[in-house]
């Protein structure tokens, strides 16, 4: 951490005068380092061609540092992320900051070390970017917007139209992590558990994955908010076909699912950060998941479910006693029960 | 995961039904009384698996589904015009009160906030020490022991700023006020597991003598359901009429002492209003006088007009098993869990929400 005059962010750090720039210079633009970064400009400019994804998310989770990773971290995977369910490859992210009056130097310096990190392990680059101050009480301690670029992989032909009746759904692993994880040091809500969040960059495996499969991945999609159940509604709204979710095959730890049970939380709506679930032809899932299963961040990779033209747009469960239910979209947040 | 996979087991389930087919003979109606037996035989899809000559009817036992529309107003009217924090249990925020429910009162400004135990708000207490805070002490027997606990412990830590907004229910009046109705003509009942761990078994005996039905304490798991309708369906083919155990592994005969020795020392029986049922005498706990000052409904002066229930809405006659969800005009159409006209259609332990959630296609 640099040597600083300040120890806490103060309006005058968004004012774009003198404290701003002290607050840039102090590290920050050494520590995103980049050609385009360097240049200081208003915007970045480059060169771009070919088909390309364009992506947008902003950050506001509470706590900002938790069991597993932090705010930062989370800005960077997550649009990362969302372009790489695009079938892109990430390239360039913006970086907004709206930080509350009060936040300490340490910690937004720690944030910044972990957004570095994070980028890094994209292998993306941070290329522009804003800062504001909003008054104490206007905001969350700090909230961020990334947006970010990427050239769409040249095998890739991704979207809910290629989704077909008999494509097997495959989750690329234990779901609902993340969610329980910040769920355990929640105001009110603080349980004992070693959970850490799955939040992870998954581009690298989802380019493994298109390289070797190009078109057979019809359509990719990661389960934040509103968890498996969410993306499965929309796809089958979307394609106007049905989905068929096996409960027995679908991967979740012991202690997720041990402490859903106590909370009360369906972990099918429980947000997830570091998976992804793919819609790919039956004669191709077994060979995509066995090749998931050596990747990073796919080892627990399992088929849950499939595509039917019986009762389109709903979600259909198959319980693990032979009972069947439907799995509607989530209504509102998931609040724990009485009893 | 011990104790629970071992009653989800696909082949012991199997077992049950099979043995359910061959014991059933007669048509028989039978009562789960707690709303969270409904919410697991519906969520796994266990009664489209029953014989067609069992037919389950809901029970009024969800907290949530049967407490006054008057108290959630009072909550309201806490929140919003008196300025305490309102710790609640989180199902209970969404139940629409007469103008607006807790969740639109915390979207508009008051300080309300979701919690899963009563201490934690106590330790808001503390932390706020010029502020109320009011914990929505919502429930059956079950929630009763920590929410009376919370008390004694405000008053052990000697603060002033901590009472309950209490709507304490007891299960047995209930059950009699069902059987009394007669309209439902319910044959057997599933009695609610949990609610015996603190109460024990011996209140219920009484009942099964009075009107010759039998029952049976029930778990909530699949195995446990199933044999807890076997056993209900076994005792009325036989003709009798028992009080029998099938969650033994957590009720025992006198519940628990220590559980009890807390509630008689905070709470006193009073009459209760039930949301869609009306007034069932004894059949609600209150904060006893001795401990007033840890009483909201005494502590504060609340002024609120005495509110009416919705008219198209159904519950009533769904707490009391006459009719099925779906039998209601507005169910899922006027009345969804986002725009939800009763309360059994947001919490989910109601049966309205529970048919919306998870019944197949072809039930609704």
């Known amino acids: ?339 | 995961m011990k104790y629970l996979s071992e009653f989800r087991d696909p082949e012991v389930v199997e077992h049950y039904l099979e043995e359910l087919h061959k014991v059933a003979t007669r048509p028989w109606t039978i009562m789960e009384i707690c709303g969270g037996q409904t919410h697991s035989l519906v969520k796994n899809g266990l009664l489209n698996l029953l014989p067609k000559q069992i037919t389950m009817v809901h029970g009024p036992g969800c907290p949530v589904c049967v407490t006054p529309l008057n108290l959630i107003d009072k909550a309201v009217y806490l929140a919003e015009e008196k300025g305490v924090i309102l710790c609640s249990f989180g199902d209970m925020i969404r139940v629409p009160g007469s103008s607006r429910s807790l969740l639109e009162a915390k979207a508009n400004g008051a300080d309300v906030r979701i919690l899963y135990s009563p201490l934690e708000a106590v330790k808001i207490a503390q932390e706020h020490p010029h502020r109320q805070v009011v914990f929505f002490a919502v429930g059956f027997e079950t929630t009763a022991p920590a929410n009376a606990l919370s008390v004694l412990h405000a008053r052990r830590l000697g603060l002033t700023n901590y009472s309950i907004l209490a709507s304490h229910v007891l299960v047995p009046p209930a059950m009699e006020a069902v059987i009394n109705d007669g309209e439902a003509q319910i044959q057997g009942f599933l009695a609610a597991g949990h609610v015996c761990t603190i109460m024990g078994l011996e209140e219920y005996e009484p009942i099964v003598q009075k009107y010759h039905i039998p029952m049976v304490v029930t778990g909530f798991e699949p195995v446990d359901l199933l044999q807890g309708i076997l056993m209900t369906v076994k005792q009325l083919e036989n003709g009798e009429a028992k009080l029998e155990n099938q969650y033994s592994r957590v009720v025992k005969a006198n519940g628990n002492p220590e559980a009890r020795k807390v509630i008689e020392q905070v709470f006193e029986v009073s009459d209760r209003e039930w949301r869609g049922i009306g007034n069932i005498p004894l059949s609600g706990w209150e904060v006893n006088a001795s401990l007033a000052e840890f009483d909201a409904n005494r502590k504060f002066s609340i002024s609120i007009a005495k509110a009416s229930e919705c008219a198209d809405c159904i519950a009533g006659q769904v707490l009391k098993g006459i009719k099925k969800p779906f039998e209601c005009s507005q169910f899922g159409k006027g009345c969804t869990p986002i725009t939800p006209l009763g309360a059994p259609m947001v919490s989910s332990e109601g049966a309205c929400a529970a048919y919306y959630h998870f019944a197949e296609a072809d039930v609704v």
């Open chain 1, 1 to 339: 951490m640099p040597q600083l005059d300040f120890d806490v962010i103060t309006l005058g750090h968004g004012s774009g005068g003198i404290l701003t720039n002290q607050l840039l210079e102090s590290g920050v633009f050494d520590l995103l380092k980049n050609p385009l970064l360097d240049e200081h400009h208003d915007g970045a400019m480059f060169e771009w061609s070919g088909r390309t994804a364009f992506s947008t998310d902003s950050y506001v989770i509470s706590p900002i540092f938790f069991p597993g990773g932090n705010i930062g971290e989370l800005a960077v995977n997550g649009t990362v992320n969302d372009l790489a369910m695009c079938g892109a490859v990430p390239k360039y992210l913006s970086l907004s900051f709206i930080l509350e009056e009060g936040l300490t130097m340490k910690e937004f310096w720690e944030l910044l070390v972990s957004i570095r990190r994070a980028a890094e392990k994209a292998g993306v680059s941070i290329v522009t970017g804003d800062t504001k101050v909003v008054e104490r009480g206007k905001g969350d301690k700090i909230f961020i917007n990334t947006s970010g670029l990427g050239n769409i992989h040249p095998q890739a032909h991704i979207s809910t139209k290629n989704v077909r009746a008999g494509d097997k759904i495959i989750v690329s692993g234990s779901i609902a992590t993340h969610g329980i994880a910040i769920m355990s040091v929640r105001e009110g809500l603080e349980f004992e558990t070693t959970l850490t969040s799955d939040s992870a960059p998954l581009n690298h495996t989802v380019k493994a994955l298109l390289d070797e499969f190009g078109t057979d991945i019809h359509l990719l999609k990661d389960p934040t908010r509103g968890g498996v159940a969410s993306v499965l509604n929309e796809v089958a709204r979307d394609s106007r076909l049905g989905v068929n979710l096996f409960q027995q095959p679908i991967p979740i730890l012991e202690e997720v699912r041990g402490a859903c049970e106590l909370l009360g939380l369906d972990p099918l709506y429980v947000a997830n950060e570091g998976v992804f679930m793919a819609f790919v032809p039956a004669e191709k899932a077994e060979e995509i998941v066995q090749k998931l299963r050596t990747l990073e961040y796919g080892q627990d990779a399992a088929i849950i479910g499939d595509v039917t033209t019986e009762h389109p747009k709903q979600v259909v469960l198959h319980s693990r006693i032979g009972g069947k239910r439907v799995v509607n979209m989530l209504v509102g947040e998931q609040l724990p029960r009485i009893c």
